[in-house]
Each structure stands twice: as structure tokens, then as C-alpha cells.
């Protein structure tokens, strides 16, 4: 929980400076409980979709993963302000944690640059600097991995938990992909019911002739 709550902190900060950024000449003068980045913040506490994340606690690695790449864009963010080196080393310890705990916080080393682009008015070399340190953080976690477990295998996994569409054949693992991306176009407007723990087979083996599918 004190996770979760922190990666709401970091993404109202985030978010407050897009906007004083993009649209704003000052800081803006609504008081912090009237504001639109509080507004994300709390739908981002209220409406988990992936809610495992949050209510299993083997979904830390998400968080943690997600939570490090939050505050490398905000240290970075200070870099690039002009707040001294110390954030730029800050920001690559920061996207390199996140890694240690899943790698999937490695999309952050495209999302950070594309941020500053679009939320602030430095040039594009001053970002390209930026994006040193995340780089340096990121290369360093991946030579640990590729030392410790070498280059990723290709082989298809034979356990039912690493390959949910290991019992099925090509037109049901699209349509059962397909209906899944269905359910959570639904889970966006009406989010329930969400469970802890998303299962394989928790959202059924789909055909092509299913409803369900047609109608995703």
C-alpha cells in the first residue's frame, strides 16, 4: 500500500509539472486540492485495472519496476532544469532499480525523451544529453543480466504459468487475445468485477465464433 501510494505521489508531481509546463506562463494559481494533476492522481488510486499489481503481493515487481521509472523521470527532469549532476546520477540509479525489479521499465528509456519533448521547451540536444545518465543506468543493468543469464532463449515455454496459450491452437490464442483486450476496454469505464490474481484460464479459451470475440 505504501508503495502504491508513493507512485501516486510521483505521478502528481509528474503530472503538475506537464501542465505548468504545456500550458501555464506561472505556477498556477489553483490550490493543490483543486487541481487536475490531483484529479489523475486519485483515478490512478481508485481505478486499478491491473489490479494484481496492487492486491497480490508478488505484483511489487510491477510496482517497484514502475515506482523507479517514475522518479528517473522526475530526477531527470531536474537535470534537465538545471538542478546539478547529483539528479542526473539520481535518475540512472533510479531507472536502473526499477530494472533490477522487472524489466519491463526499460520502455521508460523512450518515454522519458518523448516527456521533455512534448512537456517542456528545451532543444533537442539538451534531451539527448538528458538521456545519458538513463542510458548509463540502463546499460549497466543489462550487462549484469546478460553476465548473470546470458541472451534471452527463444524457447517456448512448456509450463501452463510462463504460457497461458500453451492448450490452445493459433485461432484460439488471437481470439482469446482479441476477447481480452475486450475485457479491458469494458474494465475501463465499468471496472468490475477485478480480482487479485488473473490466472491462467481466468478469462476462458476463446473461438473465433464466440460472441465474445466478434463483439471485442
Same mark, same amino acid.
Given at each position: 500500500?505504501?508503495?502504491?501510494? =508513493?507512485?501516486?505521489?510521483?505521478?502528481?508531481?509528474?503530472?503538475?509539472?506537464?501542465?505548468?509546463? &504545456?500550458?501555464?506562463? &506561472?505556477?498556477?494559481? %489553483? &490550490?493543490?486540492? =483543486?487541481?487536475?494533476?490531483?484529479?489523475?492522481?486519485?483515478?490512478?488510486?481508485?481505478?486499478?485495472?491491473?489490479?494484481?499489481?496492487?492486491?497480490?503481493?508478488?505484483?511489487? !515487481?510491477?510496482?517497484?519496476?514502475? =515506482?523507479?521509472? =517514475?522518479?528517473?523521470? &522526475?530526477?531527470?527532469?531536474?537535470?534537465?532544469?538545471?538542478?546539478?549532476?547529483?539528479?542526473?546520477?539520481?535518475?540512472?540509479?533510479?531507472?536502473?532499480?526499477?530494472?533490477?525489479?522487472?524489466?519491463?521499465?526499460?520502455? #521508460?528509456?523512450?518515454?522519458?525523451?518523448?516527456?521533455?519533448?512534448?512537456?517542456?521547451?528545451?532543444?533537442?540536444?539538451?534531451?539527448?544529453?538528458? #538521456?545519458?545518465?538513463?542510458?548509463?543506468?540502463?546499460?549497466?543493468?543489462?550487462?549484469?543480466?546478460?553476465?548473470?543469464?546470458? #541472451?534471452?532463449?527463444?524457447?517456448?515455454?512448456?509450463?501452463?504459468? %510462463? %504460457?497461458?496459450?500453451?492448450?490452445? !491452437?493459433?485461432?484460439?490464442?488471437?481470439?482469446?487475445?482479441?476477447?481480452?483486450?475486450?475485457?479491458?476496454?469494458?474494465?475501463?469505464? #465499468?471496472?468490475?468485477?477485478?480480482?487479485?490474481?488473473?490466472?491462467?484460464?481466468?478469462?476462458?479459451?476463446?473461438?473465433?465464433? !464466440?460472441?465474445?470475440?466478434?463483439?471485442?
Amino acid at each position: 500500500i505504501l508503495f502504491y501510494v =508513493l507512485t501516486a505521489i510521483v505521478i502528481w508531481q509528474l503530472v503538475g509539472r506537464m501542465i505548468v509546463n &504545456k500550458w501555464d506562463s &506561472k505556477e498556477s494559481p %489553483n &490550490k493543490w486540492y =483543486l487541481s487536475l494533476p490531483l484529479v489523475v492522481a486519485l483515478l490512478f488510486l481508485a481505478h486499478p485495472l491491473h489490479t494484481e499489481v496492487v492486491a497480490n503481493i508478488k505484483g511489487r !515487481d510491477d510496482m517497484m519496476a514502475f =515506482l523507479g521509472a =517514475l522518479l528517473a523521470w &522526475k530526477y531527470s527532469w531536474d537535470y534537465l532544469d538545471g538542478k546539478g549532476v547529483k539528479y542526473a546520477l539520481f535518475s540512472a540509479v533510479a531507472l536502473f532499480l526499477g530494472l533490477l525489479s522487472k524489466e519491463n521499465a526499460i520502455t #521508460f528509456l523512450a518515454v522519458i525523451p518523448l516527456g521533455h519533448y512534448f512537456f517542456t521547451q528545451k532543444s533537442i540536444p539538451q534531451i539527448a544529453k538528458n #538521456f545519458i545518465p538513463l542510458f548509463l543506468g540502463a546499460a549497466a543493468f543489462l550487462a549484469i543480466r546478460f553476465a548473470v543469464i546470458g #541472451f534471452p532463449k527463444t524457447e517456448i515455454a512448456t509450463e501452463l504459468m %510462463n %504460457n497461458p496459450f500453451l492448450e490452445m !491452437d493459433v485461432t484460439q490464442k488471437y481470439a482469446t487475445i482479441i476477447y481480452t483486450l475486450g475485457v479491458y476496454l469494458k474494465l475501463l469505464f #465499468f471496472p468490475h468485477p477485478l480480482t487479485y490474481d488473473y490466472y491462467p484460464y481466468h478469462i476462458p479459451i476463446t473461438n473465433l465464433t !464466440d460472441l465474445r470475440f466478434i463483439l471485442s
